[in-house]
């Protein structure tokens, strides 16, 4: 008999160590809708205890255990040289096992985002959530619950930085007739640093689709934006500590609070 253990053990495993011996270079992407954001704050209550006590039953349920790190390194996974590299690597360490728990729990899934975009000239996610059941109006892919993107250290220039950021999207109570238009910019891509004010510079050279406001793609007159509240997990949580928010631990509950609240709005009720 495959022996089991709880999900909140099964997605409280450390990462595997990587091997990031090799350099590579790739293009930003970009869109001519995008915006530029202009700013963030801390997501304070996106945090273990809270969520753990938020989500305890179905962290309670158990799941088939098995452990990704040995058939990783066999398969050199952990060695890492790019986007393609890191796509692979996050496919079987993160969104497989929380897939897995999710199909547990809510039958919610993370999958690549060509599945789930809403036109063609928008381009797609590098990965997206879907519910396994709704799909986009008049189109064969599924509404997306959930967008994120994967970005290598030769495009953030960063150190060997390792982490998830996860970014919970609100809309400003100024009307949005009230507001300047705010014009799009080319993408540049800086160095994400460890305290939230020096990310909130590098995320404002970022830009984001205005449709992710305004529900329709390509719509010029959605909602107004507010900075966006954002929470970091590095990629060394759970390396032998009890009680640390891991990266597949953030995936789970960042999908659980999506399927809960599936429109974006000024505010949100507390977590806890």
């Known amino acids: 008999m495959a022996p089991t253990c709880t999900i909140l053990k099964y997605l409280s495993r450390p990462n595997p160590r990587l ?17 530029p954001i202009e700013g963030v704050r801390p997501w304070v209550d996106f945090a273990y205890d809270i969520l753990c006590a938020r989500y305890e039953s179905s962290l309670r349920m158990t799941i088939t255990r098995f452990d990704h790190c040995c058939l990783i390194a066999n398969a050199h996974l952990d060695e890492v040289a790019g986007e393609d590299t890191i796509e692979a690597l ?3 360490n993160n969104f497989m096992p929380v897939s897995n728990a999710l199909h547990a729990t809510s039958k919610g899934y993370y999958g690549k985002g060509s599945k789930f975009f ?3 000239s928008d381009g797609s996610p590098d990965w997206g959530l879907g519910d396994g059941a709704s799909k986009n109006d008049g189109l064969t892919t599924f509404r997306n619950f959930c967008s994120g993107n994967i970005k290598s250290s030769s495009k953030w220039n ?26 799009s910019r080319g993408v540049q891509h800086r160095r994400l640093l460890s305290d ?9 050279a970022m830009s984001i689709d205005h449709s992710a406001y305004s529900g329709q793609s390509g719509s010029s007159s959605g909602m107004n934006p507010a900075p966006l509240e954002i929470a970091r997990i590095p990629w060394a949580a759970g390396s032998g500590k009890n009680n640390e928010m891991t990266i597949n631990l953030g995936l789970f509950f960042v999908a659980q609070l999506a399927f809960e609240e599936r429109s974006i709005s000024s505010s949100y009720p507390p977590l806890s």
């Open 196 to 204: 939230t004010s020096n990310l909130s510079t590098a995320l404002s």
């Open 19 to 35: 091997q990031n011996r090799f350099s590579s270079s790739g293009t930003l992407t970009a869109n001519d809708k995008w915006i």
């Open 90 to 92: 996050a496919t079987v």
């Open 158 to 183: 960063s150190d060997d930085l390792w982490e998830l950021v996860v970014i919970r999207i609100t809309t400003s109570e100024d009307d949005v007739e009230d507001q300047p238009p705010r014009s």
């Open 118 to 120: 809403r036109q063609q």
